[in-house]
């Protein structure tokens, strides 16, 4: 099936259960793909989705989109997605198209095996003024697990994310993002933004358990603020490369980083590694 088992239009679906599972041995029967709800300036809260599958396609929780008068919510919702083979997620487990506040939702992907190097992302963001907060998130597939693309006004802020495989966990594309007061451990690379995306990178908490490349990655003429934020245990801490410099990366903390703390075109020249250090 395809987008909208369930549609709504300024309508509230709340505490219900939705349950699909598909356990044969057979990696070509899945439930289908697309979007289980698309909500219209509509309220979705406190669902459990749950998903068990060994399909090779995915189906999504929610795809919304609201007006500036009338904004959809996601509110308090569990999505649980359980799937053996991922080689196909063409529309994202969750989709915000705008005007949509998704808040404290709890979301644990676990993909047993994904080849999904796809552009949409578990978490796929766009259009204009999305706020996502304090949501508690878990990832492991083969893709970003938040995309911002050609998305304004976004604020990602007071999330919690683990994220074992993909390119990043945070990936932003011609977007402008507040991304701040987020706590992100991650196998992969943190936070990596390009295609002329600005915004302000703040006071995250951002961990990597093995190395993973870089904490922030920063490319294609992209100019954020970056500040006040704590990187550790990542290969590389800050990179960003611009034709000019960027004066905003500062008051940034980077510890148990193995190769250059700070790397790129971009950088300012008075960045660089502490030299003293008061007792």
């Known amino acids: 099936s395809n987008d909208g088992l369930i549609e709504t239009y300024q309508s509230e679906i709340r505490g219900n259960t939705y349950t699909i599972s598909l356990n044969t041995n057979c990696c070509n029967n899945y439930p289908g793909s697309g979007l289980f709800i698309e909500a219209n300036a509509s309220i979705i809260a ?48 969750i989709r915000l198209e ?39 998130i878990v990832n492991s597939e ?5 995309y911002f693309t050609n998305a304004t006004n976004q604020v990602f802020t007071n999330n919690e994310i683990y994220s074992k495989r993909g390119s990043s966990v945070i990936r932003t594309s011609n977007s402008e993002v507040l991304i701040s007061h987020n706590l992100i451990e991650s196998e992969v690379r943190a936070i990596e933004m390009n295609s002329q995306s600005g915004g302000e990178v703040s006071n995250n908490t951002i961990i990597s ?3 993973a490349d870089y904490g922030i990655h920063i490319s294609n003429l992209t100019m954020p603020v970056v500040e006040n934020n704590i990187i550790e245990g990542f290969t590389n801490g800050i990179y960003a490369e ?8 500062q008051n940034n903390n980077l510890w148990n980083i193995s190769g250059e703390l700070f790397s790129g075109t971009a950088m300012p020249q008075l960045i660089g590694q502490m030299i003293d250090m008061n007792n």
């Open 98 to 136: 705008g005007y949509t506040d998704f808040t404290s939702n709890t979301i644990d992907i676990d993909i047993y095996y994904s080849t999904n190097y796809d552009n949409y992302g578990t978490i796929y963001i766009t259009g204009d003024d999305n706020t996502i907060s304090d949501n508690s």
């Open 46 to 93: 406190d669902n459990t989705y749950s998903i068990t599958s060994r399909g090779v396609e995915s189906s999504g929780f929610v795809r919304t989109n609201g007006t500036e008068d009338h904004r959809s919510v996601v509110h308090n919702n569990t999505i649980l997605v359980s799937q053996v083979y991922m080689t196909n997620n063409n529309y994202g487990y």
């Open 242 to 249: 611009n034709d000019l410099q960027n004066q905003f990366i």
């Open 142 to 146: 083969n893709t970003s697990t938040v």
């Open 209 to 211: 358990p093995n190395f």
